[in-house]
């Protein structure tokens, strides 16, 4: 599966090159805020969709389980054009150049919401910014080494219905 940083760098690299000259950066971080225009990325949540698949063990007792899942991840914009920049992110997921782009890091679109208004004041003025859910699915494997019981040996007696005689059975799996 790929790693939350590997995401992030996927999907900072598609919308810097869609909100150009405004910069993307990962949100919850230490650094200094950047000048207007920007965005921050922040992966909200992975869910998983359905029930993983696990595969038989094979030779070396490797089984794989995978399954899908879907990353919701929200962009936020500040300063001029706050709104503006977020439906630029919003319509280009319509493109084919986008799902292209983002297929190399094995990400697919699935959906995006609106592009909220959140504009908030800031001490003695407001300061632009908007929002936007998107939603992208990822497909997850992982490889675990598992014990295989390979031989069961039973030994018992059996005795027929009516109980008159005994048979004696040896039987291996």
Not at 23 to 43: M, R, W, Y
Not at 72 to 83: C, D, H, I, P, R
Request: proline share 4%; aromatic share 4%; glycine share 6%.
């Amino acid at each position: 599966m790929m790693t939350e940083t590997t995401i992030e760098d996927a999907l900072q690299a598609w919308a810097e090159s869609v909100v150009t000259p405004a910069i993307v950066i990962i949100a919850n971080q230490s650094e200094p805020k950047p000048d207007t225009p920007f965005l921050t990325l922040s992966i909200n949540g992975i869910r998983t969709v359905a029930h993983d698949h696990e595969s038989g063990p094979d030779a070396s007792n490797q089984q794989t389980t995978s399954g899908p899942r879907v990353i919701v991840v929200e962009f936020q914009s500040y300063g001029v054009n706050a709104l503006g920049l977020l439906d630029q992110l919003k319509t280009s997921l319509d493109k084919i150049s986008t799902t292209e782009l983002l297929e190399v890091s094995d990400l697919s679109i699935l959906n995006s919401g609106s592009v909220n208004n959140i504009t908030t004041s800031l001490e003695t003025k407001f300061e632009k910014r908007g929002s936007l859910e998107c939603r992208f699915a990822i497909g997850s494997s992982e490889v675990d080494v598992i014990d295989v019981i390979e031989t069961v040996n039973i030994t018992g007696t059996n005795k027929n219905p009516a109980g008159d005689d005994t048979m004696v059975s040896d039987i291996s799996i």
